[in-house]
């Protein structure tokens, strides 16, 4: 494929369905709320399409249709907030093989960040509370004055930091806004179909690779990692 020489200097990763399946505590911190207001749970299926855009968008699509007003998205957004940051580490759990994954990776001198659409606090305890400090270089939330993903804005910006090329890069995540995301960025995408949404969704979505696992994820990364024994000029 095109990309097979670059040299990959740097990978960010997508946190719910990449890092973590966090799929219990997020659906169960939304049921709360609607439980509270007297409308109808979502089902672990419906939850898997509603994530990926953010908790806002989250509690906007968990919301019956009559009900999706500001006032309303706004008040269950407070009270979803409240309560997932108690029970966000209830049952979330990073997926097989992707704790140990980025260290490996800083073990080997390449960068590693999370960037997600979820709240830049509730994914800095996320990843603070599952895996070693020295797992990531960078950990990014939503953030006020940048646009959540698929604008590149905070791949492009942690590139700046690292100074490191967007096409020494790779984008890994679960869903097309995560593959689109990269390709706006102009990184190397590589889909996790064990995440929430699933193969055909990252097929349909142009991602260059895809992997089934960790494993076969950890192969892929090592592999653009040696394709070229070239060094950036400005490492």
Known sequence: MYFLNRQLYGVIFDLDGTLVDSLGDLRNSVNAVMKAHGFPAASEAAMKQMVGNGIRKLIERALPESERTAERIESCLQEFSAYYSSHCLDRTQP???????????RTGGIRTAVVSNKADRMVKQIVG???APAAFDEVFGMREGVAPKPDPQALLQICRTWEIAPENCAMVGDSDVDILTGK????????????????????????DLIAENAA????????????????????
Do not use: C, H
Not at 95 to 105: F, R
Not at 216 to 235: F, I, T
């Open 95 to 105: 997926y097989p093989g992707m704790k140990e994954l980025p260290e490996l990776l």
């Open 184 to 207: 706006n960025a102009g990184m190397i995408t590589i889909g996790a179909a064990w995440g929430f949404r699933g193969r055909r969704e990252l097929q349909q979505s142009g991602a």
């Open 216 to 235: 076969q994820l950890k192969e892929a990364l090592l592999g653009l990692v040696s394709s070229s024994g070239e060094q950036p000029a400005d490492r």
């Open 129 to 131: 509370g599952l895996f």
